[in-house]
């Protein structure tokens, strides 16, 4: 949603964006562009030296459905240099006047791209209760695959602990935290417009719009409270 009132404004984000599903009936703001680099430069410098299927059998946090996102959650990332097409892309992408690009990928790819852009390049990281986002995962994988995808919550969580913790790590004073709650409230506003330098059309959020209201997912390993409660704390969140 919020990658959408970038988009109202004109702003580039990478091309077409996907088409909406029936479960995000307003749009994911996310394009095939952005997607497919970022997939590319994954399996650039985390390739493994085995093959995939012996690698399965191997790490419990990994999900086991051959379309998934193997590498949604590494336990460690091993940079090195891409490939110079890849370069070339990201410079593409990186280079362009203003840009808004969304992709869950970055988590694991942002440190590569950070190498191309600009230093005045903003980041930004919305989050919501980890339950919830666990949730909307395997509600996604149920809605919109055929057959549908049957996540491992518990891997999910390790996900979202690992995910989040890079984010934390790397963030500085170009970063912001904000609190899916901040937005539907809009009392993120004016500190977000600040931030970006841009003026962004808050009339368009529907206040009522919540994808995952109420969870019905309950975080089961205890990985993600101490993380949560530190993006909490960035957001300035209660």
Same mark, same amino acid.
């Given at each position: 949603?919020?990658?959408?009132?970038?988009?109202?404004?004109?702003?580039?984000?990478?091309?077409?964006?996907?088409?909406? $599903?029936?479960?995000?009936?307003?749009?994911?703001?996310? $394009?095939?562009?952005?997607?497919?680099?970022?997939?590319?430069?994954?399996?650039?410098?985390?390739?493994?030296?085995?093959?995939?299927?012996?690698?399965?059998?191997?790490?419990?946090?990994?999900?086991?459905?051959?379309?998934?996102?193997?590498?949604?959650?590494?336990?460690?990332?091993?940079?090195?240099?891409? +490939?110079?097409?890849?370069?070339?892309?990201?410079?593409?992408?990186?280079?362009?006047?203003?840009?808004?690009?969304?992709?869950?990928?970055?988590?694991? $790819?942002?440190?590569?791209?950070?190498?191309?852009?600009?230093?005045?390049?903003?980041?930004?990281?919305?989050?919501?209760?980890?339950? +919830?986002?666990?949730?909307?995962?395997? +509600?996604?994988?149920?809605?919109?695959?055929?057959?549908?995808?049957?996540?491992?919550?518990?891997?999910?969580?390790?996900?979202?602990?690992?995910?989040?913790?890079?984010?934390?790590?790397?963030?500085?004073?170009?970063?912001?935290?904000?609190?899916?709650?901040?937005?539907?409230?809009?009392?993120?506003?004016?500190?977000?417009?600040?931030?970006?330098?841009?003026?962004?059309?808050?009339?368009?959020?529907?206040?009522?719009?919540?994808? $995952?209201? +109420?969870?019905?997912?309950?975080?089961?390993?205890?990985?993600?409270?101490?993380?949560?409660?530190?993006?909490?704390?960035?957001?300035?969140?209660?």
């Amino acid at each position: 949603m919020l990658t959408g009132l970038f988009a109202n404004t004109g702003i580039y984000i990478g091309g077409r964006a996907h088409q909406p $599903t029936i479960s995000n009936p307003k749009g994911y703001f996310e $394009t095939k562009g952005i997607n497919n680099l970022n997939n590319r430069i994954i399996e650039d410098y985390l390739r493994w030296p085995i093959g995939e299927s012996v690698r399965r059998r191997w790490s419990s946090n990994i999900h086991t459905d051959v379309r998934a996102y193997s590498y949604a959650s590494p336990q460690k990332l091993h940079l090195k240099s891409i +490939k110079p097409s890849l370069q070339n892309a990201i410079r593409y992408y990186g280079g362009r006047e203003d840009f808004c690009y969304k992709d869950p990928r970055f988590c694991v $790819t942002l440190p590569v791209w950070r190498e191309s852009l600009d230093a005045s390049v903003r980041h930004l990281v919305v989050f919501r209760e980890p339950e +919830k986002i666990i949730a909307s995962f395997i +509600k996604n994988g149920k809605d919109i695959y055929t057959p549908p995808l049957v996540f491992n919550g518990m891997h999910l969580e390790y996900a979202f602990a690992r995910n989040y913790s890079r984010l934390i790590e790397w963030a500085d004073e170009t970063w912001m935290f904000v609190h899916y709650d901040q937005v539907i409230s809009g009392e993120v506003a004016p500190d977000l417009e600040r931030f970006c330098n841009l003026e962004l059309g808050w009339s368009h959020v529907e206040k009522t719009l919540r994808r $995952t209201s +109420k969870a019905d997912y309950v975080c089961r390993t205890g990985v993600v409270d101490d993380v949560y409660r530190q993006l909490c704390r960035l957001a300035n969140y209660q």
